[in-house]
């Protein structure tokens, strides 16, 4: 059973806001897009599982999908967790095109494009490793006791060349494709055959670990160095993500596709919670969705019912960021 399911990160979805709202221009754009592309070919490569990860028994096991857990004064970040009564095991999620060498002498992983381009990540299978022993660290920290964990590194496309030096078995016992692992997960099931948690305690686990999981939320104006000023106001189409609507006759038009909607202001307002603050006044709503007339704000805010703060022009009203 999936507990947290396969949704975009919060860090995917505040990229994906900032690019509606930046100018086609802006010299930063190009290092954005660049960045958003890695976010969503590894987000694709985890959603890619689900497929897979739905032939597991539900009633056995439990799926949480990007979990990011404290440990001390830090946090770690798993792609997949899957627990049972008898093991646990963490997945490392990689989406690579071309080819792949693991070299052990620098403990490395170097990919090269079907251009000839080299890049050099770092080894996943250290940092799969490192999670385990983070997650042994979380757990002793909750009070759950100790389980088997076991890891495994996934490459989501099957026609990812994976290459090492001979005898390298670190490698070639961690790392597989995505078609090769239920195989490998039926040899796990049969290895661990005594139960280490029962069905109250797996409750207890999950709990504990949905209760302690920690979205990143990063500050992407700060990181990027952009002024909240550049950023383009008005209402976004939701199909094809026009700058701005139209608002006619109590809903909003867009003038490329045509979508009309009555609430596609509540999507972009989402724009701002991701972006911006997750609380905003009526100037500062009637300022970002581009709207003249600070009676239709107000209207449009109370019809969204959303708690607020203070009285008459003091007003704020609290933004939530769907999820």
Not at 271 to 297: G, M, W
Request: proline share 5%.
């Amino acid at each position: 059973m999936f507990i947290k399911g396969c949704g975009p990160s919060l860090t995917l979805r505040k990229m994906e806001a900032l690019l509606r709202r930046l100018p086609l221009e802006d010299p930063k754009r190009p290092i954005i897009e660049n960045d958003y592309g890695k976010y969503l070919a590894g987000f694709r490569g985890e959603q890619s599982l689900v497929y897979t990860l739905s032939f597991l028994n539900e009633k056995q096991y439990l799926i949480f999908h990007d979990i990011r857990l404290p440990i001390k004064n830090h946090f770690f970040q798993i792609d997949y967790l899957i627990l049972s009564a008898n093991f646990a095991l963490i997945l490392e999620v990689k989406n690579y095109v071309g080819t792949v060498y693991f070299d052990p002498q620098f403990d490395q992983l170097i990919r090269t494009t079907q251009q000839d381009i080299e890049e050099t990540f770092p080894d996943p299978v250290s940092q799969v490793e490192q999670h385990r022993s983070n997650l042994l660290i979380y757990l002793h920290e909750q009070k759950l006791g100790t389980i088997p964990i076991e890891t495994l590194v996934i490459f989501s496309n099957p026609y990812t060349q994976l290459k090492t030096t001979q005898g390298n078995h670190k490698i070639t016992k961690k790392v597989i494709h995505k078609e090769k692992f239920l195989h490998i997960f039926q040899g796990l099931e049969n290895k661990y055959s005594k139960e280490f948690l029962t069905h109250k305690a797996m409750k207890k686990v999950s709990k504990i670990i949905m209760k302690s999981h920690t979205p990143l939320n990063q500050d992407l104006l700060l990181k990027y160095q952009i002024q909240r000023e550049i950023l383009m106001s008005g209402v976004h189409c939701p199909i094809c993500f026009t700058l701005p609507m139209e608002k006619l006759l109590g809903k909003w038009r867009c003038n490329i596709c045509d979508h009309q909607s009555s609430k596609t202001h509540i999507q972009s307002i989402q724009d701002y919670a991701l972006l911006v603050d997750t609380k905003i006044t009526n100037r500062e709503f009637r300022n970002f969705l581009d709207i003249p007339s600070a009676s239709i704000s107000a209207k449009l805010l109370n019809s969204m019912n959303l708690p607020k703060e203070g009285k008459s022009r003091a007003v704020t009203y609290q933004l939530i960021i769907d999820e």
